[in-house]
Every structure is written in C-alpha cells, then in structure tokens.
C-alpha cells in the first residue's frame, strides 16, 4: 500500500504564502513506484464538496493544470527522488480556508474529480484570516 502525508498547513493572514508538502511513501501494486503515479492536490471547506486545486503528471517533465480560483497564485511540483509532492501557495485568501488533501493515481489523470484518485492523505488545515 501507499501512504501519504501532508504537512505545512497552519494559520496566515490574507496575501500570505504557505508551502504545503506531501510525503508518499509504500509501494503500489505490481511493484510500481510512487514516482509514476499523478499526484494531485484537492481541498474541502466545511459544508462543501471537495474540490480540485491542482494536478501534475508524473510523465512529460510534469505538466501541471490548475482550478482557475487558485491559477497564477498556487504552484504544485514534486520531487520524485525523495517522493515528494509540494503545494506552494501565495496571495492566499480567506476563501482559501479549507483541509487540504494529497491525491495519488498510477497513470495518467484526466479528470478533476476526486474519484479519479486512489490514494488519499489525511488532510491538513489551512487558515486563512482576512
């Protein structure tokens, strides 16, 4: 099985920066390695529905995709050697206030639904006070 964990959540003020971090450790079925797998970031707010924030291959030189609410302010990357994936946020708004979740799949992801993914981490909190 895979495991991830995020960290790096925590309370900001408005037009303040996070970096949120996503460690996967494990290894998937058929001896795959983390590092082949989609790695996507989603977010859930209280009394809504997750959403999608952001999303990187693990193929092509990791081609990235945003949710226009978060595009020019939110970065996602990875390293793949250390297994990690990053969340980089700036300008933060408080509508930006949500537990933000770590998403794994193997293989290509085309779509931003949170059913797309296999493999979750716990959530970490973001606050963002105006």
């Known amino acids: 099985q895979v495991q991830l964990v995020e960290s790096g959540g925590g309370l900001v003020q408005a037009g303040g920066s996070l970096r949120l971090s996503c460690a996967a450790s494990?290894?998937?079925?058929?001896?795959?390695?983390?590092?082949?797998?989609?790695m996507g970031w989603f977010r859930q707010a209280p009394g809504k529905e997750r959403e999608f924030v952001a999303h990187i291959t693990s193929s092509g030189g990791g081609s990235t995709n945003y949710a226009d609410s978060v595009k020019d302010r939110f970065t996602i990357s990875r390293e793949n050697a250390k297994n990690m994936a990053y969340l980089q946020m700036n300008s933060l708004k408080p509508e930006d206030t949500a537990v933000y979740y770590c998403a794994a799949q193997f293989g290509p992801v085309y779509s931003r639904s949170p059913a797309a993914y296999g493999y979750w981490g716990q959530g970490t909190q973001v606050t963002v006070s105006s």
């Open positions: 494990g290894r998937i079925s058929s001896g795959r390695i983390i590092s082949r797998y989609d």
